[in-house]
Nanobody
Framework: VQLQASGGGLVQAGDSLRLSCAAS????????VAWFRQAPGKEREFVAA????????YYDDSVKGRFTISRDKAKNTVNLQMNSLKPEDTAVYYC??????????????????WGQGTLVTVSS
């Protein structure tokens, strides 16, 4: 599976952005898909995931209530709607696909396909 992330940009605090992760080669619906992010000088961290096992969605506490992950099966794409953006959301966002167990859905080790990243910059 090849993943292509897009939709990043420069926005102001409080604005919204929608990131997209387009898959090619195989249907993304056979995999759990997650978004991770990495801010300058920080480690990569989990943002959100859509689990293939139960179609449940999972979020880091820092984005819960502001971000929504969703699948567009017809377009073989997973989206991340980001609302009420904050400067601390500034990072390179990566989408990833794999089959981690539910208890490890937020761990990057369970994902074996990664997109190239898209930069989100939120100004205050």
């Amino acid at each position: 599976v090849q993943l292509q992330a897009s939709g990043g940009g420069l926005v102001q605090a409080g604005d919204s952005l929608r990131l997209s992760c387009a898959a090619s080669g195989r249907t993304i619906n056979s995999y759990s898909v997650a978004w991770f992010r990495q801010a300058p000088g920080k480690e990569r961290e989990f943002v959100a995931a859509s689990a293939v096992q139960n179609m449940g969605t999972y979020y880091d506490d820092s984005v819960k209530g502001r971000f929504t992950i969703s699948r567009d099966k017809a377009k073989n794409t997973v989206n991340l709607q980001m609302n009420s953006l904050k400067p601390e959301d500034t990072a390179v966002y990566y989408c990833a696909a794999g089959r981690p167990i539910i208890s490890s859905i937020s761990r990057s080790a369970g994902y074996y396909y990664w997109g190239q990243g898209t930069l989100v910059t939120v100004s205050s």
